[in-house]
């Protein structure tokens, strides 16, 4: 038996030390936006300049950097990955013994560093040179060596860190953050990137299963499928409904084309009205037609279809109207559809 530790209460705070704790969080927050606002002059020609490299890059883009700044240039690399703009990481202290070899011809390499002195970076930066791609800089310091070995130099400098003591990096990575999100973004919109292609680099996430998720994918298929045929009795459309658990059957003729289909509502309709089940066809009480889909739209048109004609079931057809799948909201709940 696993013992459980009574949680620690917290000791009451004087309102005055509250406040104090509240100012000094705003004063973060002041201080970082107006960094991030000071940038509005900084996406000059230079940012123009990084964008074309960007976007005339046939290889990836490789993206560098240490410590804080490597941190923000991870998620940079992955914004860019994620939005049509083939990127990794590179960290600068695993370049100089061997993951240099990362870089191919066609690269382009994009360098965070807020002095634009940082050894690792500088130390790699001849073996940049020698092997002819393109270096963009992010820096804080328009003249220092990094800056002035950059093909163009983006400048991400701020008034003062966020930092009472001056030392943290915390206004400075916010700007770098938040340039390199205006870099992706450009160059996003400039490709013409659409939701669907987002929708491919997320293939795990929400929008991509709506947006790449087809009805064919998840459907009943063949011998899942509930159907009876018109001959059938209600009492054998309930033994087929119970058996394929979708809580309706389909009712198709000879030739598989759907007559109509009988659900759950339908059979509540059939026991008020008193109505023989072992005698009377289930075509006396089916649902005519029914609402139907096609295996090659995507399952959010199905929940679509489904809310908007307040149903919990749906079959699926080919082009010749031929009975070929089913499915429910639970199948969507499953997918993650809904």
């Known amino acids: 038996m696993v013992a459980i530790l009574p949680v620690k209460s917290l000791p009451d705070i004087k309102e005055s030390e509250a406040q104090q704790l509240r100012e ?5 927050i002041r201080t970082e936006a107006a960094a991030i606002a000071n940038l509005e002059r900084q996406v000059d020609g230079h940012f123009v300049r990084a964008c074309q490299y960007l976007l005339h890059c046939k290889g990836r883009i490789v993206v560098t950097g240490m410590g804080k700044s490597g941190h923000i240039g ?3 690399a992955a914004t860019l990955a994620s939005t049509g703009s083939p990127a990794f990481f590179m960290h600068p202290g695993e370049a100089s013994h061997g993951d240099l070899g990362m870089i191919t011809a066609g690269d382009v390499v994009l360098a965070l560093s807020n002095s634009g002195e940082t050894a690792e970076i500088i130390t790699i930066l001849p073996i940049i040179k020698r092997l002819g791609v393109p270096l963009i800089s992010m820096t804080g310091n328009p003249d220092s060596i990094l800056s002035r070995e950059a093909e163009v130099n983006i400048d991400v400098s701020v ?5 009472p003591l ?12 938040a340039m390199g999100d205006a870099l992706a973004v450009a160059l996003l919109e400039t490709r013409g990137f659409t939701e669907l292609d987002f929708a491919r680099s997320h ?3 929400s929008l991509g299963r709506k947006l790449l998720l087809h009805i064919g994918d998840i459907m009943h298929k063949e011998d899942d499928i509930p159907r009876v ?3 059938a009795t209600i009492s054998e459309a309930l033994m ?3 058996a394929k658990g979708l809580g309706m059957t389909a009712v198709v003729d000879e030739d598989s084309r759907i007559s109509g289909i009988f659900t759950d509502g339908d059979l509540r309709r059939t026991l008020d009205r008193g109505v023989d089940l072992h005698s009377t066809a289930v075509t006396e009480v089916m649902t005519p037609g029914g609402i139907t889909s096609q295996p090659e739209h995507l399952a959010a048109e199905a929940l679509k279809l489904m809310e908007d004609n307040k149903i919990n079931s749906l079959l699926v057809v080919d082009e010749d109207s031929n009975l070929i799948g089913a ?3 639970h199948d969507l709940l499953r997918a993650g559809v809904v």
Not at 166 to 177: N, R, Y
């Open 24 to 28: 000094l969080g705003l004063a973060v």
């Open 74 to 76: 991870n998620k940079i």
């Open 159 to 163: 008034d003062r860190e966020a930092c």
């Open 166 to 177: 001056g030392l943290a990096p915390t206004a400075s990575t916010t700007a770098a953050l």
């Open 203 to 205: 293939p795990g996430g």
């Open 229 to 231: 045929q018109e001959q």
């Open 240 to 242: 087929e409904m119970t």
């Open 327 to 329: 499915l429910n909201m």
